[in-house]
């Protein structure tokens, strides 16, 4: 579920609650190092496997999915970015799956948008991503995928392209700047 713009959360529910967040949330053009490319990026010197590709109907199974939501609702939009993106280049590219974690990469890519103070590219991201997750629901038949409500996600999505948002936020500090969390149904714990 997408917790609704009505109801904003503090908190959001940790999928994975042992994985270590990154010190900084990596903003391009900001003097945050790059992750992976810099000697002093959060990332450096870590090989990332190359996830299997992921199973809609085992989404709860995949930690790169699950990890990816916890940045995402914890303001790491750049790393989620990232965790997506692997995850969509294992996938069929003509498979739902594929579109649905494009919609998700799409999603990030917004957050990073306004984290660089650039409203065109929050509009532009947030509304694509808002198109994919219509394609899927339509193509797929159901609300319901890898444990997210596709209505939710577009209803976010279109929301998250006409929001303003705050211009004073310290480049790192991971801040979660849409005003919904990414909560799949049911909870994988519960």
């Known amino acids: ?17 042992g994985a270590i967040l990154p010190p900084y949330t990596y903003i391009p053009g900001t003097t945050t190092p ?7 990026g959060h990332s450096h010197g870590r090989k990332g496997r190359t996830p299997a590709p992921m ?3 085992a989404w ?3 930690r790169n999915f699950l990890l990816a939501i ?7 939009y750049w790393e989620s970015h990232e965790e997506w993106e692997r995850l969509w280049r294992a ?6 799956i594929a579109r649905f974690l494009k919609g998700l990469v799409k999603l990030s890519a917004a957050g990073i948008k306004v984290r660089e103070l650039s409203i065109h590219g929050v509009r532009r991201h947030a509304a694509s991503a808002g198109e994919v997750f219509a394609d899927v629901a339509a193509e797929s038949g159901n609300d319901i995928y890898c444990g997210l409500r596709l209505t939710h996600l577009q209803f976010a999505a279109d929301r998250a392209a006409q929001l303003p948002y705050k211009k004073d936020l310290k480049p790192g ?4 700047v849409f005003p919904f969390v990414l909560e799949p149904e049911p909870l994988p714990f519960v």
Do not use: C, Q, T
């Open 1 to 17: 579920m997408v917790s609704e713009v009505l109801a904003p959360r503090d908190e959001a529910p940790r999928l994975l609650p």
């Open 34 to 40: 790059h992750p992976i490319r810099h000697p002093d």
């Open 55 to 57: 199973k809609p109907e």
């Open 173 to 176: 500090d991971p801040v979660r």
């Open 91 to 96: 996938a069929n590219p003509e498979s739902i």
């Open 60 to 62: 709860a199974e995949n």
């Open 70 to 76: 916890d940045l995402f609702n914890y303001g790491y």
